[in-house]
């Protein structure tokens, strides 16, 4: 085939070549979440994911099943589940960011650059969102994907200067999905809708101004008038104010902004490097020359409010990264939708302007350099939460290393003399570049989601051997969520509308626990070591250390956990009645790869375990039927009816007859909720206990529980 005749028609089709290799490009990254391979991700998107699939099971957010975020995401993992399962979720996220990577492309058609830079910029943004940060929390990668799909309208707002009633509209309810999503993630469409409202006031629009502002208004009621249609109609007032509660609460009340700090909002707009993209770009932008962005009447217009928005999108983003108190790297996520048009015009600047190539072609490599360092220097991108001082200090160190670099760069050209890049050259290297990472993150796509480590395939492939599909397990997990994993690894339930323990939001979380482990009996549960369920080892021969430890809500859920299961293996613990017809297959491999390994550690832990079973069920003289009668004698009744004022349509225990109606055939429609209690009399100094504190906790202004033994 003629090479020459090849080149033309790709020249004559730039726009579209370039489009369909982005397109590429995204659906290659996308095949790094775990769930197009039957795996987990990792934190929160487990947790996301199994909600979907509860909630397209006919269960009820915030009544069957209970997390402290906003419904939007959970509605998106809904529709993911009920197109495909998991794969579902993962086609979802596929398509939304696909027509993201759209969506930005054509907004900088809007804005003149050239399908190079387009690419180049839209390549790199998305390599540093996939291989460092898209680790598993789907709320700040869905806020990414709907702003990259809002930019195009709002380019289209901005340079057509004047209100048009259907872009507005899709702005209006992207801003507003991604309101319920996480109200704390609106930074980059508020910056826009201030900046155009600004924008049209001042160029003598001030009724467009208002338009869009109505507009904005009216779709967010819309929405959210939607979601409290549903929520209504299935538990009326009831259930509304526990959307309010476990939704948004924790924004106005608890601990949510006692650690708010400029240092930490900050922390983001550093680590990803948008820094250095924005001062290049402000250098750049205000040459004389720059008429890229606009027509040569309206230049100065253009640029101030072009700068306006990203000034602004920069103070919003710090601000609501401030005030949680925290700075997981997920958050750096939110700066960046900013960085695309600033680095592409870099990028055309570079490749098409003389004048401007060193000033562009130094940020470009500072910037590359600067995110490179991380990894090359200090090893694995850290996804947990660090001291501010080490975040910093590594920003400092790359930076270092981006300065050396650039100067040594510099030098050689002075050295060298004039620098000359060829374009076509350029091309080719993105482009390999582009196809090296995309595959690259189809390598790692399988690897990421695996069960982290031999304990965690034993404990998964003990359940599975053992347990239906049909049957529930329960996991403790921690404010991180991470074990939420092992409800994906098993394709198995929750037990209890709460999978969180440790939230301080909800005063009897581990009451409301006992109750659904009460009622679906799960054959497993699994306590991970960093679990404060775990931490205790269940040791209560210190009881001065127990009553300062925990709550007594939580010693009657450690009373229970003791009482009616028996740990195995470190993590997984098995109902006792269930203990003898266990299938151990996966349990002896995990015991032989530990004495390949001579790790004598974990043979030491599972050797105690062992003994301290069969101690236990040598000094236990009660039977199976024992159990199974002292169960039908032996209730604890915990009532909420009475609570304070404060807590009233807020905190209250959850109707078990209502969540688990379609799990009982032929039972009458309201069933008690009874909490099985093992021994009499190893229980009755506990409940005893746990009542006393309780009824005097009226004056705590918590809820008071009133618990009676029949």
């Known amino acids: 085939m003629n090479i020459t005749k090849i080149n033309s028609w790709i020249k004559e089709r730039e726009h579209e070549v370039i489009l369909v290799s982005l397109c590429l490009i995204a659906i290659s990254f996308s095949l790094l979440n775990p769930l197009w391979y039957s795996e987990a991700p990792a934190s929160e998107a487990s947790l996301f994911a199994i909600f979907g699939k509860m909630w397209s099971t006919g269960e009820v957010l915030y009544q069957d099943m209970i997390d402290y975020a906003t419904p939007g995401i959970y509605l998106i993992n809904l529709l993911g589940y009920s197109i495909g399962g998991y794969l579902g979720i993962a086609f979802i996220e596929t398509i939304v960011l696909v027509f993201g990577v759209i969506s930005v492309d054509l907004a900088m058609r809007v804005f003149k650059l050239s399908p190079l830079s387009r690419f180049c910029s839209i390549s790199i943004v998305i390599s540093l969102l996939g291989l460092r940060y898209y680790y598993g929390n789907m709320t700040e990668d869905y806020t990414v994907y709907l702003a990259m799909i809002s930019s195009y309208p709002f380019a289209l707002l901005f340079s057509g200067r004047k209100y048009n009633f259907s872009l507005a509209v899709i702005t209006s309810l992207i801003f507003a999905i991604t309101l319920t999503i996480c109200p704390g993630n609106i930074s980059y469409m508020l910056a826009w809708y201030t900046m155009l409202f600004l924008f049209y006031s001042a160029n003598g629009r001030l009724i467009d101004s208002f338009k869009l502002l109505g507009t904005l208004l009216t779709c967010i009621a819309i ?132 004048q401007d190539i060193h000033v562009s072609f130094l940020t470009i490599i500072f910037l590359l350099v600067y995110l490179v360092s991380e990894r090359a220097i200090f090893g694995e991108w850290i996804h947990h939460e660090q001291a501010v001082s080490t975040v910093y200090l590594h920003c ?94 098993t394709d198995r339930l929750p037990a209890t509308a709460f ?61 229970y956990i003791k009482e009616k299961y028996v740990q195995i293996i470190p993590d997984l613990f098995v109902l006792r009645t269930s203990y003898k017809d266990l299938n151990t297959t996966a349990i002896e491999r995990y015991k032989e790869y530990l004495h390949n390994i001579a790790n004598e550690e974990k043979m030491a832990e599972i050797e105690a375990i062992e003994k301290s079973e069969k101690v236990e069920d040598s000094s236990n003289s009660t039977s199976s039927e024992d159990l199974t009668k002292n169960d039908e004698q032996s209730n604890v009744i915990i009532d909420s009816s009475v609570v304070t004022e404060e807590a009233s349509g807020v905190i209250d225990i959850l109707n078990m007859e209502h969540h688990n109606e379609s799990q009982v055939n032929g039972n009458e429609a309201k069933s008690e909720n009874n909490l099985e209690n093992q021994s009499k009399s190893q229980d009755s100094e506990v409940m005893q206990s746990v009542s006393n504190d309780l009824n005097n906790s009226q004056s705590e202004n918590v809820p008071h529980i009133k618990i009676e033994e029949k």
């Open 223 to 354: 929405v959210l008038s939607l979601f409290a249609y549903y929520f209504y109609s299935k538990g009326e007032w009831d259930l509304l104010n526990k959307v309010y509660f476990y939704s948004l609460s924790k924004y106005f009340y608890g601990e949510y902004t006692a650690n708010s700090s400029v240092l930490q909002g900050m922390v983001g707009f550093f680590r990803t490097g948008y820094f250095i993209v924005l001062i290049g770009f402000l250098i750049v932008f205000y040459r004389k020359d720059n008429l890229l962005l606009c027509d040569e009447s309206q230049a100065s217009n253009n640029k101030l409010w072009f700068t306006v928005y990203l000034s602004l999108g920069a103070i919003f983003t710090i601000f609501t990264n401030s005030v949680s108190g925290h700075f997981y790297d997920h958050y750096d996520q939110l700066f960046l939708p900013f960085m695309f048009i600033p680095f592409a015009f870099l990028m055309h600047r570079y490749l098409h302007v003389k």
């Open 499 to 559: 999978l969180i323990t440790e939230e301080e939001y909800s005063l009897d979380t581990p009451v409301k626990i006992v109750n659904g482990l009460n009622f679906f009996k799960p054959k497993f549960l699994i306590i991970p070591q960093n679990s404060k369920l775990k931490n205790h080892k269940y040791d209560e021969s210190d009881d001065s250390v127990v009553n300062s430890f925990f709550t007594n809500q939580e010693k009657l859920l450690l009373s």
């Open 396 to 489: 400092f160190v790359n930076l270092l290393m981006a300065t050396i670099v650039c100067l040594t760069l510099i030098f050689i050209r002075k050295r060298v003399g004039r620098y000359h890049h060829s374009h076509n050259f350029f091309l080719a290297l993105s482009i390999c570049i582009s196809i090296m990472l995309a595959f690259y993150a189809i390598y790692l796509g399988p690897r990421i989601g695996e069960p982290r480590d031999e304990l965690a395939k034993s404990i998964v492939n003990t359940i599975v051997d053992n347990t239906e599909k049909t049957e529930r397990i329960w996991v403790a997990l921690t404010n991180d969520a991470s074990s939420a994993q092992y409800y994906v690894w």
